[in-house]
């Protein structure tokens, strides 16, 4: 599976932010694709995930409420979509897939990824 994240850039603070993630390749069955950041100087952290078979999805506590996620299983992208953004949202944007029907928070348990994408809030 090969995975390809675009859309990030420069927004200011409130602003809405779309990213997109487009998967290549062979998927078997159910799987889950994630969308995962990293600040300057920070870990990798979960930011939201969704289910392929039935839409399920999860988010972390930080954006939940302002962060929206939803794939299209027959063009095999995910989008996501930020609204009010805030300079803390700045970071590289990364998406993942896990070949399990169960969407975790550790980015241990995805196998592929994509290049990463950049995201930058201005105050």
């Known amino acids: 599976v090969q995975l390809q994240a675009s859309g990030g850039g420069l927004v200011q603070a409130g602003d809405f932010l779309g990213l997109s993630c487009a998967a290549s390749g062979r998927t078997f069955g159910t799987y889950i694709m994630a969308w995962f950041r990293q600040a300057p100087g920070e870990e990798r952290i979960f930011v939201a995930c969704?289910?392929?078979?039935?839409?399920?999805?999860s988010y972390a506590d930080s954006v939940k409420g302002r962060i929206t996620v939803s794939r299209d299983n027959a063009k095999n992208t995910m989008t996501l979509q930020m609204n009010n953004s805030k300079p803390e949202d700045t970071a590289v944007y990364y998406c993942?897939?896990?070949?399990?029907?169960?969407?975790?928070?550790?980015?241990?348990?995805?196998?592929?990824w994509g290049q990463g994408t950049q995201v930058t809030v201005s105050s």
């Open positions: 993942a897939v896990r070949l399990n029907s169960q969407c975790s928070w550790s980015q241990d348990r995805y196998r592929y």
């Open positions: 969704i289910r392929s078979n039935d839409g399920h999805t």
